[in-house]
Protein backbone atom coordinates (compact mmCIF):
# COMPACT_ATOMS: atom_id res chain seq x y z
CA UNK A 1 0.00 0.00 0.00
CA UNK A 2 1.58 3.33 -0.82
CA UNK A 3 1.71 6.08 1.11
CA UNK A 4 2.73 10.31 0.35
CA UNK A 5 4.09 12.66 2.28
CA UNK A 6 3.09 16.05 1.91
CA UNK A 7 4.03 19.88 2.63
CA UNK A 8 2.45 22.48 2.07
CA UNK A 9 2.42 25.37 -0.89
CA UNK A 10 1.75 28.80 -0.09
CA UNK A 11 1.34 29.75 -4.12
CA UNK A 12 -0.76 28.18 -7.24
CA UNK A 13 -0.48 29.83 -11.11
CA UNK A 14 -0.50 27.16 -13.93
CA UNK A 15 -2.68 25.85 -16.47
CA UNK A 16 -4.16 22.20 -16.28
CA UNK A 17 -5.91 19.51 -18.60
CA UNK A 18 -7.67 16.86 -16.70
CA UNK A 19 -7.96 13.26 -18.60
CA UNK A 20 -11.74 12.02 -19.85
CA UNK A 21 -14.75 11.76 -17.55
CA UNK A 22 -15.04 8.79 -15.85
CA UNK A 23 -18.93 8.45 -16.21
CA UNK A 24 -19.23 9.53 -20.23
CA UNK A 25 -16.25 7.38 -20.54
CA UNK A 26 -18.06 4.40 -18.77
CA UNK A 27 -21.02 5.22 -21.16
CA UNK A 28 -19.14 5.21 -24.40
CA UNK A 29 -17.61 2.39 -23.90
CA UNK A 30 -21.00 0.82 -23.65
CA UNK A 31 -22.81 2.19 -26.55
CA UNK A 32 -19.87 1.87 -28.91
CA UNK A 33 -19.99 -1.75 -27.87
CA UNK A 34 -23.61 -1.92 -28.73
CA UNK A 35 -23.50 0.17 -31.77
CA UNK A 36 -22.86 -0.89 -35.64
CA UNK A 37 -19.73 -0.12 -36.83
CA UNK A 38 -16.04 1.19 -34.87
CA UNK A 39 -16.32 3.87 -32.78
CA UNK A 40 -13.46 6.22 -31.90
CA UNK A 41 -13.32 7.39 -28.28
CA UNK A 42 -11.09 10.37 -27.77
CA UNK A 43 -9.50 11.34 -24.48
CA UNK A 44 -11.01 7.97 -22.96
CA UNK A 45 -10.45 8.01 -19.17
CA UNK A 46 -7.54 5.08 -18.64
CA UNK A 47 -8.75 4.38 -15.19
CA UNK A 48 -9.44 1.46 -13.24
CA UNK A 49 -13.27 1.76 -13.51
CA UNK A 50 -13.49 2.29 -16.97
CA UNK A 51 -10.54 -0.33 -17.83
CA UNK A 52 -12.98 -2.42 -15.75
CA UNK A 53 -16.01 -2.16 -18.20
CA UNK A 54 -13.94 -2.68 -21.12
CA UNK A 55 -12.40 -6.00 -20.51
CA UNK A 56 -16.41 -6.79 -19.39
CA UNK A 57 -17.77 -6.11 -22.78
CA UNK A 58 -14.12 -7.69 -24.16
CA UNK A 59 -14.84 -10.85 -22.54
CA UNK A 60 -18.40 -11.02 -23.87
CA UNK A 61 -16.34 -11.03 -27.51
CA UNK A 62 -15.85 -7.20 -27.94
CA UNK A 63 -12.66 -6.10 -29.81
CA UNK A 64 -11.14 -2.95 -28.90
CA UNK A 65 -7.48 -1.44 -29.06
CA UNK A 66 -6.05 1.84 -27.74
CA UNK A 67 -3.33 4.20 -29.70
CA UNK A 68 -2.56 6.16 -26.71
CA UNK A 69 -5.68 8.30 -25.33
CA UNK A 70 -7.66 6.71 -28.05
CA UNK A 71 -9.72 3.90 -27.88
CA UNK A 72 -11.32 1.63 -31.12
CA UNK A 73 -13.92 -0.31 -30.37
CA UNK A 74 -15.59 -2.29 -32.68
CA UNK A 75 -19.31 -2.32 -32.35
CA UNK A 76 -21.44 -5.84 -32.99
CA UNK A 77 -24.48 -4.28 -32.65
CA UNK A 78 -27.43 -3.94 -30.12
CA UNK A 79 -27.77 -8.06 -29.99
CA UNK A 80 -23.89 -8.72 -30.40
CA UNK A 81 -22.47 -9.97 -26.96
CA UNK A 82 -21.94 -13.38 -26.17
CA UNK A 83 -21.75 -15.22 -22.88
CA UNK A 84 -18.76 -14.52 -20.83
CA UNK A 85 -16.86 -17.83 -20.14
CA UNK A 86 -15.99 -16.80 -16.61
CA UNK A 87 -17.13 -14.77 -13.57
CA UNK A 88 -16.61 -10.89 -14.55
CA UNK A 89 -14.84 -8.91 -12.04
CA UNK A 90 -15.72 -5.35 -12.25
CA UNK A 91 -13.08 -4.23 -9.11
CA UNK A 92 -14.03 -1.07 -7.04
CA UNK A 93 -16.55 0.48 -9.87
CA UNK A 94 -20.13 0.88 -8.74
CA UNK A 95 -20.73 2.37 -12.26
CA UNK A 96 -19.67 -0.54 -14.06
CA UNK A 97 -21.67 -3.24 -12.13
CA UNK A 98 -25.10 -1.32 -11.95
CA UNK A 99 -24.75 -0.29 -15.90
CA UNK A 100 -23.93 -3.73 -16.51
CA UNK A 101 -26.93 -5.38 -14.67
CA UNK A 102 -29.26 -2.96 -16.71
CA UNK A 103 -27.80 -3.91 -19.62
CA UNK A 104 -27.27 -8.10 -18.94
CA UNK A 105 -30.77 -8.59 -17.61
CA UNK A 106 -32.12 -8.10 -21.47
CA UNK A 107 -29.33 -10.75 -23.33
CA UNK A 108 -30.06 -14.36 -23.66
CA UNK A 109 -27.19 -15.90 -22.03
CA UNK A 110 -26.02 -15.52 -18.14
CA UNK A 111 -23.61 -13.64 -16.56
CA UNK A 112 -22.13 -13.54 -13.09
CA UNK A 113 -20.47 -10.16 -11.66
CA UNK A 114 -18.18 -9.63 -8.78
CA UNK A 115 -15.98 -7.28 -7.18
CA UNK A 116 -13.56 -6.10 -4.30
CA UNK A 117 -14.74 -5.88 -0.96
CA UNK A 118 -15.90 -2.90 -1.00
CA UNK A 119 -17.87 -3.33 -4.19
CA UNK A 120 -19.79 -6.38 -2.43
CA UNK A 121 -20.76 -4.71 0.33
CA UNK A 122 -22.33 -1.83 -1.93
CA UNK A 123 -26.18 -2.44 -1.88
CA UNK A 124 -27.57 -3.46 -5.39
CA UNK A 125 -31.24 -4.23 -4.59
CA UNK A 126 -32.13 -0.26 -5.95
CA UNK A 127 -31.19 -1.56 -9.75
CA UNK A 128 -32.35 -5.41 -8.99
CA UNK A 129 -35.76 -4.08 -8.14
CA UNK A 130 -37.00 -2.33 -11.15
CA UNK A 131 -35.42 -4.49 -13.52
CA UNK A 132 -36.84 -7.47 -11.97
CA UNK A 133 -40.32 -5.21 -12.67
CA UNK A 134 -39.24 -5.73 -16.39
CA UNK A 135 -39.54 -9.44 -16.03
CA UNK A 136 -35.61 -9.17 -15.04
CA UNK A 137 -33.77 -12.41 -12.96
CA UNK A 138 -31.27 -11.32 -11.20
CA UNK A 139 -29.60 -12.89 -7.96
CA UNK A 140 -27.62 -12.19 -5.28
CA UNK A 141 -25.98 -12.34 -1.83
CA UNK A 142 -28.37 -11.93 1.42
CA UNK A 143 -31.75 -11.47 -0.66
CA UNK A 144 -30.95 -9.94 -3.96
CA UNK A 145 -28.74 -7.07 -2.42
CA UNK A 146 -24.81 -7.78 -3.12
CA UNK A 147 -22.81 -9.21 -5.28
CA UNK A 148 -22.00 -12.00 -6.88
CA UNK A 149 -24.67 -10.89 -8.65
CA UNK A 150 -25.75 -13.97 -10.90
CA UNK A 151 -27.79 -12.74 -14.22
CA UNK A 152 -29.97 -14.86 -16.19
CA UNK A 153 -30.52 -12.94 -19.30
CA UNK A 154 -34.38 -12.84 -19.96
CA UNK A 155 -34.43 -11.48 -24.15
CA UNK A 156 -38.49 -10.54 -23.41
CA UNK A 157 -38.36 -7.81 -21.14
CA UNK A 158 -41.11 -5.64 -20.80
CA UNK A 159 -41.34 -1.95 -20.27
CA UNK A 160 -42.22 -0.48 -17.04
CA UNK A 161 -42.99 3.01 -15.70
CA UNK A 162 -40.87 3.14 -12.67
CA UNK A 163 -40.49 6.03 -9.94
CA UNK A 164 -37.55 5.85 -7.83
CA UNK A 165 -37.25 7.36 -4.41
CA UNK A 166 -33.08 7.70 -4.66
CA UNK A 167 -31.90 10.47 -6.96
CA UNK A 168 -29.45 8.02 -8.91
CA UNK A 169 -27.70 8.13 -12.56
CA UNK A 170 -26.61 4.40 -11.94
CA UNK A 171 -29.70 3.50 -11.28
CA UNK A 172 -31.32 5.74 -13.43
CA UNK A 173 -29.07 4.49 -16.38
CA UNK A 174 -29.36 0.69 -15.81
CA UNK A 175 -33.14 0.90 -16.24
CA UNK A 176 -32.46 2.79 -19.79
CA UNK A 177 -30.35 0.18 -21.03
CA UNK A 178 -32.67 -2.45 -20.15
CA UNK A 179 -35.56 -0.16 -21.19
CA UNK A 180 -33.28 -0.29 -24.84
CA UNK A 181 -34.31 -3.69 -25.35
CA UNK A 182 -37.63 -4.17 -23.27
CA UNK A 183 -41.33 -4.20 -25.14
CA UNK A 184 -42.88 -0.93 -25.88
CA UNK A 185 -42.32 2.25 -23.55
CA UNK A 186 -39.99 2.34 -20.34
CA UNK A 187 -40.27 5.03 -18.06
CA UNK A 188 -37.85 6.09 -15.11
CA UNK A 189 -38.83 9.79 -13.15
CA UNK A 190 -36.31 10.68 -10.51
CA UNK A 191 -36.98 12.48 -7.46
CA UNK A 192 -34.23 15.03 -8.41
CA UNK A 193 -31.94 15.47 -11.54
CA UNK A 194 -29.21 13.45 -11.30
CA UNK A 195 -25.98 13.51 -14.16
CA UNK A 196 -27.80 12.71 -17.33
CA UNK A 197 -24.76 11.05 -19.57
CA UNK A 198 -26.58 8.20 -20.57
CA UNK A 199 -29.65 9.98 -21.80
CA UNK A 200 -27.22 12.55 -23.88
CA UNK A 201 -25.21 9.40 -25.17
CA UNK A 202 -28.10 7.17 -25.78
CA UNK A 203 -29.62 9.82 -27.68
CA UNK A 204 -26.38 10.76 -29.78
CA UNK A 205 -26.47 7.27 -30.83
CA UNK A 206 -29.74 7.58 -32.32
CA UNK A 207 -32.07 5.72 -29.55
CA UNK A 208 -35.66 6.97 -28.96
CA UNK A 209 -35.49 8.77 -25.87
CA UNK A 210 -36.85 11.87 -24.57
CA UNK A 211 -37.21 13.84 -21.42
CA UNK A 212 -40.19 15.26 -20.03
CA UNK A 213 -39.27 16.81 -16.73
CA UNK A 214 -37.61 14.18 -14.22
CA UNK A 215 -39.10 11.42 -16.56
CA UNK A 216 -37.08 9.94 -19.03
CA UNK A 217 -38.85 7.66 -21.67
CA UNK A 218 -36.39 5.53 -24.11
CA UNK A 219 -38.55 2.95 -26.69
CA UNK A 220 -37.03 -0.87 -27.52
CA UNK A 221 -34.17 -0.11 -30.25
CA UNK A 222 -33.15 -2.04 -32.72
CA UNK A 223 -30.44 -0.19 -34.06
CA UNK A 224 -27.73 2.32 -32.90
CA UNK A 225 -25.61 4.09 -34.74
CA UNK A 226 -22.12 4.30 -34.22
CA UNK A 227 -21.45 8.37 -34.42
CA UNK A 228 -17.62 7.58 -35.41
CA UNK A 229 -16.06 9.61 -32.98
CA UNK A 230 -16.90 10.48 -29.57
CA UNK A 231 -14.70 13.23 -27.72
CA UNK A 232 -14.84 13.05 -24.15
CA UNK A 233 -14.70 16.43 -21.77
CA UNK A 234 -12.52 16.60 -19.16
CA UNK A 235 -13.99 14.70 -15.68
CA UNK A 236 -15.24 17.60 -13.18
CA UNK A 237 -15.25 15.71 -9.94
CA UNK A 238 -11.46 15.12 -10.69
CA UNK A 239 -11.06 18.55 -11.28
CA UNK A 240 -12.81 19.70 -8.47
CA UNK A 241 -9.47 19.13 -6.05
CA UNK A 242 -7.71 20.74 -8.09
CA UNK A 243 -10.19 23.48 -7.80
CA UNK A 244 -10.83 23.69 -4.08
CA UNK A 245 -7.01 23.90 -3.73
CA UNK A 246 -6.63 27.30 -5.77
CA UNK A 247 -9.59 28.16 -3.92
CA UNK A 248 -8.31 27.89 -0.71
CA UNK A 249 -4.46 29.58 -1.61
CA UNK A 250 -4.92 33.72 -1.97
CA UNK A 251 -4.16 35.22 -4.91
CA UNK A 252 -3.61 31.73 -7.14
CA UNK A 253 -4.80 31.78 -10.75
CA UNK A 254 -5.69 28.15 -12.22
CA UNK A 255 -6.58 27.65 -16.28
CA UNK A 256 -8.47 24.09 -16.43
CA UNK A 257 -9.11 23.67 -20.14
CA UNK A 258 -11.87 21.27 -22.22
CA UNK A 259 -13.66 20.75 -18.81
CA UNK A 260 -17.65 18.72 -19.16
CA UNK A 261 -19.47 21.85 -17.96
CA UNK A 262 -22.94 19.22 -17.75
CA UNK A 263 -25.71 21.22 -15.77
CA UNK A 264 -26.23 18.17 -13.67
CA UNK A 265 -22.44 18.51 -12.74
CA UNK A 266 -21.54 21.48 -12.06
CA UNK A 267 -22.65 21.73 -8.45
CA UNK A 268 -18.94 22.38 -6.95
CA UNK A 269 -18.66 25.69 -9.44
CA UNK A 270 -22.06 26.75 -8.30
CA UNK A 271 -20.52 26.01 -4.32
CA UNK A 272 -17.65 27.56 -4.56
CA UNK A 273 -18.93 30.67 -6.11
CA UNK A 274 -21.37 31.02 -2.72
CA UNK A 275 -18.66 30.33 -0.69
CA UNK A 276 -17.10 33.08 -2.44
CA UNK A 277 -14.38 32.14 -4.91
CA UNK A 278 -13.68 33.77 -8.26
CA UNK A 279 -14.80 31.10 -11.22
CA UNK A 280 -15.10 32.32 -14.34
CA UNK A 281 -16.40 29.82 -17.53
CA UNK A 282 -14.51 30.74 -20.87
CA UNK A 283 -15.43 29.02 -24.19
CA UNK A 284 -18.63 27.49 -23.44
CA UNK A 285 -19.24 25.27 -26.58
CA UNK A 286 -21.08 21.74 -27.04
CA UNK A 287 -18.93 18.75 -28.10
CA UNK A 288 -20.67 15.46 -28.78
CA UNK A 289 -23.71 16.38 -27.16
CA UNK A 290 -21.92 17.51 -23.97
CA UNK A 291 -21.54 21.10 -22.59
CA UNK A 292 -17.94 21.90 -22.18
CA UNK A 293 -15.86 24.80 -21.60
CA UNK A 294 -12.59 26.25 -19.90
CA UNK A 295 -12.73 27.59 -16.22
CA UNK A 296 -10.80 30.13 -14.31
CA UNK A 297 -10.16 29.95 -10.66
CA UNK A 298 -8.49 32.90 -8.67
CA UNK A 299 -8.19 32.10 -5.08
CA UNK A 300 -9.44 34.33 -1.90
CA UNK A 301 -8.24 35.24 1.29
CA UNK A 302 -11.11 33.68 2.58
CA UNK A 303 -14.11 31.62 2.38
CA UNK A 304 -17.85 32.09 3.51
CA UNK A 305 -19.75 29.15 5.23
CA UNK A 306 -23.07 28.05 3.26
CA UNK A 307 -25.99 25.84 3.69
CA UNK A 308 -25.87 22.61 1.52
CA UNK A 309 -29.08 20.31 1.41
CA UNK A 310 -30.58 17.36 -1.12
CA UNK A 311 -32.08 19.73 -3.80
CA UNK A 312 -27.87 20.28 -4.71
CA UNK A 313 -27.11 17.25 -3.29
CA UNK A 314 -26.95 15.08 -6.57
CA UNK A 315 -24.83 17.72 -8.64
CA UNK A 316 -21.88 17.34 -6.71
CA UNK A 317 -22.59 13.81 -4.88
CA UNK A 318 -18.95 12.78 -5.54
CA UNK A 319 -17.27 16.64 -4.76
CA UNK A 320 -18.97 16.28 -0.93
CA UNK A 321 -15.27 15.25 0.29
CA UNK A 322 -13.77 17.86 -1.18
CA UNK A 323 -16.13 20.57 -0.48
CA UNK A 324 -15.69 19.72 3.14
CA UNK A 325 -12.26 20.55 3.22
CA UNK A 326 -13.14 23.73 1.57
CA UNK A 327 -15.67 24.09 4.58
CA UNK A 328 -13.17 23.70 7.23
CA UNK A 329 -11.25 26.60 5.99
CA UNK A 330 -14.27 29.14 5.67
CA UNK A 331 -15.74 31.16 8.13
CA UNK A 332 -18.27 30.07 10.09
CA UNK A 333 -20.39 27.27 10.38
CA UNK A 334 -21.41 24.86 7.23
CA UNK A 335 -24.18 22.71 7.43
CA UNK A 336 -24.37 19.51 4.80
CA UNK A 337 -27.77 17.29 4.83
CA UNK A 338 -29.36 14.93 2.38
CA UNK A 339 -26.57 13.19 1.57
CA UNK A 340 -27.22 10.09 3.61
CA UNK A 341 -26.19 8.55 -0.38
CA UNK A 342 -22.43 8.97 1.26
CA UNK A 343 -22.37 6.35 3.66
CA UNK A 344 -22.83 3.69 0.36
CA UNK A 345 -20.04 5.13 -2.08
CA UNK A 346 -16.57 3.46 -2.05
CA UNK A 347 -16.68 3.85 1.65
CA UNK A 348 -18.74 5.30 4.22
CA UNK A 349 -17.68 8.60 2.77
CA UNK A 350 -19.22 10.42 6.05
CA UNK A 351 -17.74 8.76 8.68
CA UNK A 352 -14.18 8.45 6.88
CA UNK A 353 -14.14 12.24 6.11
CA UNK A 354 -14.90 13.29 9.37
CA UNK A 355 -12.64 11.13 11.20
CA UNK A 356 -9.46 11.47 8.68
CA UNK A 357 -9.74 16.09 8.64
CA UNK A 358 -10.44 15.80 12.31
CA UNK A 359 -7.29 14.03 12.63
CA UNK A 360 -5.81 17.13 10.80
CA UNK A 361 -7.36 19.82 13.29
CA UNK A 362 -10.68 20.35 11.30
CA UNK A 363 -13.84 20.35 13.80
CA UNK A 364 -16.43 18.41 11.59
CA UNK A 365 -19.47 17.05 13.68
CA UNK A 366 -20.88 13.19 11.99
CA UNK A 367 -24.60 14.10 11.39
CA UNK A 368 -26.50 10.90 10.53
CA UNK A 369 -27.11 12.38 6.73
CA UNK A 370 -24.21 15.05 6.36
CA UNK A 371 -22.11 17.02 8.22
CA UNK A 372 -21.68 20.22 10.43
CA UNK A 373 -18.76 21.82 9.78
CA UNK A 374 -16.79 24.71 11.78
CA UNK A 375 -14.19 26.53 10.27
CA UNK A 376 -10.73 26.68 11.41
CA UNK A 377 -8.07 29.03 10.61
CA UNK A 378 -5.51 26.24 10.08
CA UNK A 379 -5.13 22.63 9.80
CA UNK A 380 -2.53 20.96 10.99
CA UNK A 381 -0.16 18.31 8.96
CA UNK A 382 -0.74 14.82 10.75
CA UNK A 383 -1.06 10.62 9.42
CA UNK A 384 -4.20 9.77 7.65
CA UNK A 385 -5.56 7.48 5.51
CA UNK A 386 -7.99 7.14 2.58
CA UNK A 387 -9.85 3.83 3.67
CA UNK A 388 -9.26 2.77 0.51
CA UNK A 389 -11.41 5.86 -1.16
CA UNK A 390 -10.26 6.88 -4.27
CA UNK A 391 -12.02 10.41 -3.12
CA UNK A 392 -11.12 10.54 0.18
CA UNK A 393 -7.39 9.84 -1.08
CA UNK A 394 -7.25 12.87 -2.87
CA UNK A 395 -8.96 15.21 -0.84
CA UNK A 396 -6.63 14.32 2.17
CA UNK A 397 -3.43 14.95 -0.56
CA UNK A 398 -4.77 18.20 -0.74
CA UNK A 399 -5.50 18.78 2.66
CA UNK A 400 -1.70 18.32 3.14
CA UNK A 401 -0.75 21.18 0.72
CA UNK A 402 -2.91 23.22 2.54
CA UNK A 403 -2.05 22.44 6.57
CA UNK A 404 0.62 23.87 8.32
CA UNK A 405 3.78 20.73 8.75
CA UNK A 406 3.87 17.37 7.24
CA UNK A 407 0.73 15.27 6.32
CA UNK A 408 1.30 11.48 5.24
CA UNK A 409 -1.33 9.84 3.28
CA UNK A 410 -1.52 6.36 3.53
CA UNK A 411 -3.03 3.73 1.31
CA UNK A 412 -3.41 5.92 -1.86
CA UNK A 413 -3.27 3.04 -4.74
CA UNK A 414 -7.23 3.52 -5.13
CA UNK A 415 -6.65 6.83 -6.92
CA UNK A 416 -5.69 4.49 -9.79
CA UNK A 417 -9.72 4.08 -9.80
CA UNK A 418 -10.64 7.52 -11.46
CA UNK A 419 -7.65 9.21 -11.70
CA UNK A 420 -4.24 7.50 -11.82
CA UNK A 421 -2.38 11.05 -13.08
CA UNK A 422 -3.57 12.48 -10.13
CA UNK A 423 -0.17 12.87 -8.36
CA UNK A 424 1.67 13.26 -11.78
CA UNK A 425 -0.48 16.60 -12.62
CA UNK A 426 -0.14 18.19 -8.83
CA UNK A 427 3.42 17.55 -9.02
CA UNK A 428 3.60 19.42 -12.29
CA UNK A 429 1.41 22.13 -10.94
CA UNK A 430 2.95 22.74 -7.20
CA UNK A 431 6.43 21.74 -8.51
CA UNK A 432 6.27 19.69 -4.91
C1 LIG B 1 -22.21 7.88 -11.43
C2 LIG B 1 -23.24 8.30 -10.66
C3 LIG B 1 -23.12 8.72 -9.27
C4 LIG B 1 -21.67 8.93 -8.85
C5 LIG B 1 -20.75 7.89 -9.40
C6 LIG B 1 -20.83 7.83 -10.91
C7 LIG B 1 -22.47 7.47 -12.82
O1 LIG B 1 -23.72 7.73 -8.48
O2 LIG B 1 -21.57 8.98 -7.44
O3 LIG B 1 -19.42 8.18 -9.03
O4 LIG B 1 -21.52 7.42 -13.62
O5 LIG B 1 -23.64 7.22 -13.13
P1 LIG B 1 -25.30 7.77 -8.18
O6 LIG B 1 -25.95 8.67 -9.19
O7 LIG B 1 -25.78 6.40 -8.31
O8 LIG B 1 -25.41 8.36 -6.80
Redesign the pocket.
Known sequence: MSSLNIKPIKHLKGNIDIPGD???T??AIILSSLAEGETSIENTLKSEDCLNTLSALKMMGIEAKFKENSLFICGQGIKGLCEPKDVIFLGNS??SM??LIGLLSAQNFYTVLTGDDSLKSRPMKRVITPISLMGGKIYGRNDNNYAPITIVGNSNLIGIDYKSS????????AVLLAGLYAQGITSYTEPIS??D??EKMLNYFGAEIKKEGLTTIIKKTSFLKSPKVINIPGDI?SASFFMVLAALIPDSLLLISNLGLNPTRIGILEVLKMMGASIEILNPRNQCGEPVGDVKIIGTKELKNITIDYKII?KI??EIPIITLAACLAKGFTKITGAS?LRV?ESDRIANIVSELNKLGAKIKELEDGMLIEGVTSLMGNEVTSHGDHRIAMTLIIAGLIAKGETKVKDIDCINT?FPQFTDILFNLTQI
Do not use: F, M, V, Y
Not at 166 to 173: C, T, V, Y
Open positions: KSIHRGTRLIPSAQIKSSRHSSPIDEKS
